[in-house]
């Protein structure tokens, strides 16, 4: 009777690529921000890693974070797993925030998804607020569902699109998404690439359960660093 070989630890596979890249606790601190004791708590299983902490790691790692459950490359198809699927409902979903956008990934529970959707809402009024166009690894499929929303690339004249309009790019192009509309401004992405190298581009953070806050006429955007500095100032 053939065994089932147990899934990999987080802190075993963490620990194995340290040493297979021939790196002291030290490097991997400097790349993911993490103290030492930390991490060396992480590879032997005595503490928590949490959502957030697994995607911090696998980004100062440069990996996808699939990887940390014991899968073998980035580029693993599941072959050997056919009839994959996933349901995600209403209100499910894994909430990423960040100042320019509300990401609320499907299909959260699957790794090693060729195609990543996402429900993005647009906080950014103007490219000026938008900041620096954003650049990740793949390519990039929006569909507007609310509102309409002002593109810039880095290579292209901005284009507005209203719901029901769509685009598809190349997401290594340095590119933003602007609100162009009152209310609430909402498309459906579906995208390619790492997961996780994604989510860095945008400096976006888990919500603490990583489900979709209900809909609301605007969602409240978090402060950019500029509007802290200015802040700052005042109370000086």
């Excluded at 004791?37 to 995607?55: A, F, G, H, Q």
């Excluded at 569902?145 to 690339?153: A, K």
């Excluded at 401004?185 to 400096?203: F, H, K, P, T, Y």
Aim: charged fraction near 25%; aromatic fraction near 6%.
């Amino acid at each position: 009777m053939s065994q089932v070989t147990p899934p990999l630890r987080p802190g075993a596979v963490l620990k194995s690529i340290r040493i297979r890249r021939e790196w002291t606790l030290a490097e991997v601190s400097r790349r993911t921000g993490f103290p030492v004791s930390t991490l060396s708590k992480m590879e032997n299983d005595r503490v928590s890693l949490t959502y957030d902490k697994l995607m911090r790691l696998s980004t100062g790692l440069g990996i996808d974070i699939s990887l940390l459950f014991g899968a073998t490359s980035e580029e693993q198809t599941p072959s050997t797993t056919q009839g994959r699927r996933s349901v995600t409902r209403s209100g499910e979903g894994r909430v990423i925030d960040s100042p320019n956008y509300l990401h609320t990934y499907a299909a959260a529970d699957l790794l090693n998804k060729r195609l990543i959707p996402i429900v993005v809402e647009h906080r950014a009024r103007s490219l000026e607020e938008f900041g620096e166009l954003v650049r990740h690894a793949g390519e990039e499929f929006i569909y507007v569902l609310e509102g309409e929303v002002d593109v810039h690339t880095s290579l292209y004249a901005p284009v507005r699109l209203k719901a029901g309009d769509s685009i598809y790019l190349d997401s290594t192009m340095g590119h933003g998404y602007v609100a162009a509309s009152s209310g609430v401004c909402r498309v459906l992405a579906v995208c390619s690439g790492n997961e996780s190298q994604m989510i860095a581009a945008v400096g976006g953070v888990a919500s603490e359960e990583g489900t979709t806050p209900p809909k609301t006429s605007a969602s409240p955007r978090p402060a950019t660093a500029a509007k802290r500095k200015a802040a700052s100032r005042k109370a000086r």
